[in-house]
Structure formats: C-alpha cells, structure tokens
C-alpha cells in the first residue's frame, strides 16, 4: 500500500490560486477614506470674506429712499434739505407704485435702498432690479 499511496502523491499537482487577494487593499481604503472624513477641511466653507464699503465722496443732497425693515415693513420718502417724508406702505405692489410717482415728480433725484441687517437679501436685490427696469440709473445703498 505504500506504493499505491506514493504514487497518488506524486502524480497529484498542487494548483496555485491567480487571483489577486483585494482584501487588504478595501482595508487599507476604508482607514484612507475615515481618516479624511475625520479630518477638517484647512478652509471652512462657513467663513465668507464680504468686501467692505467706502462712503462716497459726496453723498446726494435730495433723494429718494426706500426702506426695508426685517419685519416686512416697507416704508417710501423724499429726503433732503428741504423736506423729509416718509409713508409705510402695506405691500411690494403698492411701494413700486409709489416709487414710479416719486421718480415721475423728481426724475433726477437717486434712489437710496435702506435694507436693515437682518432684512433678507432678495428682496434688496428685487428692489433694486426692479428700480432699473423703471428706467432710475442712480440706485444705491444705505450704509452708516
């Protein structure tokens, strides 16, 4: 019998396996992909630098302003030397409206949009649009 066995072991070849073992490549991957979810980014994206604003030169005697408050209140007047006006008014509507009178009266007078901090940038932006399509070229900004 140990000739039958001997030659089952001699004529037996071993079969080599070739593939390629992946899994400490996935491994080594997973502990690549956790450490740079785990650490922050150099520059947070939460940090935006705004520009800042230089009062103008000579800021207009007479003008139109328009004022946005955080609480949707909307308010339209003449100010400078001589008067000063104000009227709130209940909606946007009713301010284009009122605003297209005032540009009717004085037609070279600019428009200052006075929008609080806490007063929602869209809606600046809109007036502001809006104010050119009426055809006002001089619109601008409150600042303190």
């Known amino acids: 019998m140990s000739a039958f066995s001997s030659s089952l072991r001699s004529g037996r070849k071993r079969k080599y396996k070739s593939e390629i073992n992946v899994v400490p490549y996935i491994d080594v991957m997973l502990v690549l992909l956790i450490i740079f979810m785990v650490i922050p980014p150099a520059n947070s994206p939460s940090v935006i630098n705004l520009p800042n604003a230089e009062k103008s030169a000579l800021p207009p005697d007479d003008y139109i ?6 609480d949707a209140t909307l308010a339209i007047g003449v100010n400078g030397k001589n008067s000063e006006t104000a009227e709130n008014l209940p909606n ?6 009122r605003l297209r009178s005032l540009h009717a009266e004085h037609p070279d007078y600019p ?3 006075a929008g609080d901090r ?12 809006e104010a050119k399509k009426m055809g006002i070229t001089r619109v601008g900004l409150a600042t303190k």
Not at 65 to 70: A, D, E, H, I, T
Not at 118 to 129: G, R, T
């Open 111 to 113: 428009v200052l949009i």
């Open 118 to 129: 806490e007063s929602k940038y869209d809606d600046v932006i809109q007036l502001i649009s």
């Open 92 to 97: 946007r509507p009713a301010l284009l409206k």
């Open 65 to 70: 302003q328009v004022v946005l408050k955080p």
